[in-house]
């Protein structure tokens, strides 16, 4: 288990915060980052239907298992530039500004605009020694999700509370081999037991004591507190849950209790939104008979309402804000460098064989590297996202006398770096965004000249395969959402106008300021002299904008 508790705690501005990232969450953060939100989804990894192996009634997807629906779901998030940070939102709170403050475990934290809560609800099973273990398997709840895969089975339903009857006709239709157990003496009506013992349904009073089962672990039966066990192939109970809504409190939004008296819910308005304004939810969250297509359904719905809210918000305000931009503003925003003030090793140790001339430093940060390569005689653009930034760039620029200059620019603008070419093109740790056209990546590639080099670095990202403790810490970063190195050494094997002259994974070089990072990856790559055909076609997003 990855332990990350020693980094420093960061601050990261979205649009929209999506706290749960099952298929309420995911579908409303693909609706919010396809109207080009900043969207940030925060999950645990504890979806209400983990336990079950395969989800039905998804037109489309029926049978797939529930984590394949999920990890298709991130990838289309990160392809369209969201990001998924694996971790816990602990409290919600709204700011003097109106933004609302979500605190992560790990002491991270997000400031949104808007808060979407897709964390769902929490099982709560009867005291029947057996029946947490078999439950999603053998024990089930829903004719819907679960009835067909039971057809003409022994089923044994343990009837805890009043609604418990309420599915009862629908197993009886898929099996003709069911009983009823009324465990602990629920309030069930009588004209109902009447209409079940008059269909043939066998109704036993009796404490269940135990779920049975084979030595290979196999369900066989129910013993009932007298001793009687009753054969079954598989066992129907109807759980009491909780909502997953306590980091929302804090914010002043609370819980009510569902109408069946089971457990409790968060209650929207027609667009999702709760009593708090800016805040929604959707899902489970919001109603417990949701089976996974229509806690998908509520959730692509209510991602677009949140959209078509701030969308009006930022016409009464004449803006057309970028949520992204935002938060690398306000990460360079604060007094003191938030890197080591150094060039970068890799870049250093790999030009010393170049020629100076024309270099554009993507993502250049507060510029290190640009100054250095000044210094060396080339002539530098550096471009970034962040205004501010490049404020720190041309402030030491003038303060060493030397000509750099400033391109405020996202590598996935339309015409990012204009149609200037460089013979040096270095991206060192850059952060951009996917987008499914890879436009990003093909500004990247062309803008290096005929007979150019592009040397690209990053972080190796083997350490993040690790799993997470996530009700400790957060990351704060999802690498996943943004063009890596191997991404971009890819699209360059497709191409004919590319000469890969390195690609590997070496020791991090020292005088770096942060040290969570041991390796790095090295692309080092020349476009050959005879044109630039092969490099039109490829791809990429980034995290730079004008």
Known sequence: M???SAHPTI????????LGGSAAGLAAALQLARQRRSVMVVDDGTPR?????HMHGYLGREGSPPSELVTIGREEIRSHGGEVLLGRAVAVRRGDDGRFHVELTGGHSLIARRVLAATGIVDELPAVDGLAEQWGHKVIHCPFCHGFEVRDQRLVQIVTHPMGLHP???FRHLADHLTVVLHDEPDVDDAVL????KAGVPIVRDMVRRVVTTPAGQLAGVELAGGTVLQADAVVVGPHFHARAEALATAGVTTTPHPTGLGDAVEVDP????VVPGIFAAGNLTDPSMQVLQAAAHGSRVGAMIASDLAHDDLSTDARTSGERADWEHRYGTAEPIWSRNPNGTLVGQIGDLAPGRALDVGAGEGADALWLAEQGWEVTASDISGNALARVAAEADRRNLAVRCLHSDANDPDAFGTDTYDLVSLQYGSFHRTPDQRGLRNLLGAVAPGGTLLVVGHDLAPLHDPVDVSRQTRIFDPYAYVGVDEIAAALDEATTWQIELHETRPRPTG???????DDVVLRATKASAG????GSVGVGARFSR
């Open 2 to 4: 990855a332990d990350h």
């Open 11 to 18: 601050e990261r501005h979205c649009d929209v915060a999506v």
């Open 49 to 53: 239907n983990a336990p079950a192996a």
């Open 168 to 170: 009862t006709a629908l």
């Open 194 to 197: 009447e209409t079940l013992r």
């Open 271 to 274: 667009t999702g939104q709760t």
């Open 512 to 518: 770096a300021a942060t040290t969570h990072h041991v």
């Open 532 to 535: 630039r055909a092969g490099s």
